[in-house]
């Protein structure tokens, strides 16, 4: 260290933390050993010493170094008078239960007769005009009371006492601390694992309300007998809008010192990265039975491989983990790393995402905060579990049976015929060496046969071309079994291995690789990547000369489905009519690629809202697909599933119930009901059902489809978030406010981390948290939502459309709830005039405008008599 860069202040917290982990009898020496001459010319061991010997005035140092004012804390000007065998209110005193800093807390029972119950009764110490304290105690009261979340204890009532002490009165916990509770039960490590999920869980509901807890550590974690988690103590917790205000004001330490982020001591304020990095050594706590601080990791300069390698060791020598696997460890080592991240800006996100990555870890899927490795990926993908896989069931008879078929379109001359002989030869060698009652079965054997595969490909030195077809075939059919991000894996080797050759058959077979690697970053949502791809495929099949152009207009269809993905309808429309004018002009083409550029059409003319010209696109195909045969069945599945959407929005509601039932029916023959295909075909019949007001079949299959997407593809997958909106929207619209809102919130991270915050799909989360706060009766909020949400639609659809509509008619019901008869009655009147102009006189959504519209007239004609 510099002398020029030599902080006291700095040097004392650096030490201070790490020493509070060591016995008291080691004190001393570890003080001399572990200071610099610098450090004890600058006093900092004395200092150090001081503090150990009494946490009460290593707390007092902090706060004096930070703010005197909390010295006023020391001498309260009056005690608590309450005791064992009191009566204050309804309830008597039990006993006490502990107290800190600012209040004590108290066991009572309810004695009014009404009914049995136990309650906590939390009492702030002292009396009279102590501000800082007070206010303290005002904003916990304040927190608790908009909370209702299973995980957060429970505010009931609060107030002032007869003899003037503020207090609360709260939900019982009978439970013991976490860490406790762990030591005691000795729970295995998913148990402990899914014990923390509920605290991320409280934690991310308070982060969403726009709260940060800030004294998060295993004391204020509790867990009843039944494993049951409740978060406490929201006392110093701050409001997230109010953090540039804190984070630039030094004079504040507040929390426990054991437990606080390096940026705490570097007099930075409250933020969800602090509540992250605490989340982080509470975690650790709970793995390992020890504390972090206590370990000495090194930081490695932030490095993932340095700090993941001390870790893995740590945790292979430690009594609860050892016998835990390497991949385990490996994930676990990830997950600590980026939470406990000196950096901030480099730890989780949010909260969520924390959790995202811990459920990843339980399901053996691949962990976002793990560096991409594809041998890592390709393990975590292969060895999921034996309801995901089925690879040596459907992935063999799938191989083995239609391998041949796929081969054989895939080539055409005779020479490539020969190279196709040696892939299948290739194929049914990478089977044969595998022996299915190897090891534990199923999972062992499927992890044996891509670890093969792999393997053998790899080995084929000097015929990188074929490699890379090899990589390219077998990622096709991984992705047609619905493991999309297995088949990403394979593409991706597919691109590495292909040489960079100028021939027109190297220059074909990078295109075909980049258009399969778009298509795999579109199913798993990644929409710039997919993009990017895409046009790339695009130049590279332009220059492939005539065996390139062929695929252009499959390549432009694709094009445009992805823009209509990402909500630039105008664009997508001009470019899937290009590919079907090629494929009209040109029979060379089969009618199947027409009828899917015809579905692409009927999708995108759909969420344009222009319900007939889509209806007539979505006939035309169908009537094409219905005259091919059973060779195209997925074809045909597809497009009635489509056919049903669009009956839906025009309100058939009787024939799209039907397509729906067959469309779902089929999939579920062909495909299993475990497939996202069929999963997607069960959504569209819910759709139905929420749209005919059958909330109670409708909610059970919006529930069991988001489970499913969520286990087969990951909570961020846009079929799992689209999913978790339409169940929030049926809750919604049983006036279940308080239950939606955190799903919405939920919905809206997702989107903005998948999607980026202005997409479309982010304008429609907005609108629905102002109609949910509208429910709720919070008119500010509610606006704020709904303006945010017309907002991005503008920036999409311009100044007058279908979707704007729709939001000047919420616009109108809140104002006109609120009483506002002016407002209310000018965006009611807009929105009808916007509907007739974009939907028609009869359309459903222009009645129900123009009903909501007479119903105000209606209300503020009879207010003025």
């Known amino acids: 260290m510099q002398n020029g860069d030599y902080n006291t202040q700095d040097r004392v917290s650096e030490l201070f933390i790490q020493a509070l982990e060591v016995p008291s009898s080691q004190w001393k020496n570890w003080v001399d050993t572990n200071c610099t001459p610098q450090d004890k010319q600058a006093g900092v061991d004395t200092l150090i010493l001081k503090l150990l010997r009494s946490s009460d005035r290593a707390d007092a140092f902090f706060d004096a170094l930070n703010r005197n004012i909390e010295s006023d804390l020391e001498n309260p000007q009056n005690e608590i008078v309450y005791k064992t065998g009191d009566v204050f209110d309804k309830f008597k005193i039990i006993e006490q239960l502990g107290q800190g800093g600012m209040a004590t807390v108290f066991l009572c029972e309810r004695i009014d007769g009404q009914f049995d119950q136990k309650v906590a009764l939390k009492v702030m110490k002292v009396q009279g005009e102590l501000f800082f304290l007070k206010e303290k105690f005002r904003q916990e009261q304040q927190i608790l009371a908009g909370f209702n979340h299973p995980n957060i204890a429970q505010l009931y009532d609060g107030g002032i006492s007869k003899e003037g002490f503020p207090y609360m009165i709260m939900e019982y916990v009978e439970g013991e601390s976490i860490d406790k509770y762990c030591e005691r039960k000795k729970p295995g490590l998913r148990e402990r694992l899914k014990l923390f999920l509920q605290v991320c869980d409280a934690l991310q509901y308070a982060h969403n309300n726009f709260i940060v807890h800030h004294d998060i550590k295993p004391a204020n974690i509790l867990v009843n007998q039944a494993g049951h988690v409740k978060l406490l103590d929201f006392g110093i917790s701050h409001i997230i809008h109010e953090q540039e205000k804190s984070t630039s004001d030094n004079t504040t330490f507040a929390g426990t010192l054991q437990y606080a982020s390096p940026e705490q001591f570097k007099g930075s304020g409250p933020t969800v990265a602090s509540d992250i990095f605490k989340l982080g050594l509470v975690l650790f706590k709970l793995l390992t039975g020890e504390n972090y601080r206590a370990a000495g990791f090194k930081n490695h300069d932030g490095g993932f491989d340095g700090l993941c390698h001390d870790l893995k060791q740590y945790f292979r020598n430690n009594s609860l983990l050892k016998k835990e696997s390497d991949l385990v460890l490996t994930d676990l080592s990830a997950v600590i790393h980026k939470t406990l991240h000196e950096s901030p800006d480099l730890r989780f996100v949010t909260v969520n995402s924390l959790s995202h990555d811990i459920n990843n870890l339980l399901d053996n899927k691949p962990l976002h905060s793990h560096p991409s490795n594809w041998k890592y990926r390709i393990r975590k993908n292969i060895s999921r579990n034996k309801r995901r896989l089925v690879f040596l069931g459907v992935f063999n008879v799938l191989l083995l049976t239609a391998i041949g078929f796929f081969i054989q379109q895939y080539f055409k001359t005779v020479q490539e015929n020969q190279r196709a002989e040696q892939i299948l030869g290739f194929i049914h060698e990478i089977f044969d060496s595998v022996d299915p009652v190897q090891a534990d079965g199923q999972v062992i054997s499927a992890i044996e046969l891509f ?302 981390a998948t999607l980026g915050s202005e997409h479309h799909f982010v304008g429609s989360d907005y609108v629905q948290l102002g109609n949910v706060y509208m429910g709720l009766e919070n008119w500010l909020q509610s606006e704020k939502y709904l303006r945010k949400g017309i907002t991005i639609y503008r920036k999409h659809f311009g100044d007058s459309h279908a979707n704007i509509s729709r939001v000047y008619y919420f616009l109108g019901q809140m104002y006109g709830r609120k009483g506002d008869a002016e407002k209310s009655l000018d965006y009611l009147g807009r929105s009808v005039a916007m509907a007739i102009e974009h939907l028609g006189k009869e359309n459903h959504n222009t009645k129900l405008y123009k009903k909501g519209l007479a119903t105000f007239e209606e209300k503020f004609s009879q207010k003025s008599l």
């Open 451 to 752: 670890d093969k595969s792999t393997e053998r490909i790899e080995m084929l030195e000097g015929q990188p071309f074929l490699q890379s077809e090899l990589f390219l075939i077998t990622g096709s059919l991984i992705s047609k079994l619905g493991d999309w991000n297995l088949s990403l894996d394979f593409y991706q080797k597919a691109l590495e291995y292909l040489p960079e050759k100028n021939k027109s058959s190297y220059r074909l077979q990078r295109a075909k690789v980049l258009q399969h690697l778009s298509a795999g970053y579109m199913n798993t949502s990644d929409y710039a990547a997919a993009d990017s791809l895409i046009d790339l495929a695009l130049v590279f099949f332009e220059r492939s000369g005539n065996a390139g152009k062929i695929y252009l207009p499959e390549v432009l269809a694709e094009k445009g489905n992805l823009l209509r993905f990402m909500g630039n309808y105008e664009e997508a429309l001009g470019i899937i009519q290009k590919s079907i004018d090629i494929y009209r002009s040109d029979k060379r083409y089969s009618r199947h690629k027409l009828a899917k550029a015809l579905n692409s059409k009927a999708s995108c003319l759909r969420e344009m809202e222009e319900l007939e010209q889509a209806l007539e696109a979505q006939a035309e195909a169908l009537e094409i697909v219905s005259a091919l045969g059973d060779n195209y069945t997925e074809l045909y599945l597809g497009t009635l599933g489509n056919l049903s959407i669009i009956q839906l929005r025009l309100a058939h509601y009787e024939d799209a119930l039907e397509s729906s039932k067959m469309a779902y029916a089929e999939h579920e023959r062909i495909y299993g009901n475990n497939n996202p295909k069929t999963i997607r075909a069960l959504n569209n019949l819910g759709s139905v059902y929420h749209a005919m007001q059958d909330q109670g079949k409708t909610d059970s299959i919006f529930t069991l489809v988001y489970e499913r997407f969520e286990e087969l593809l990951g909570p961020t997958h846009q079929y799992t978030v689209s999913s978790l909106y339409n169940l929030a929207t049926s809750l919604y619209r049983q006036s279940k406010f308080e239950k939606v809102l955190p799903l919405y919130y939920k919905v809206l991270e997702a989107d903005i």
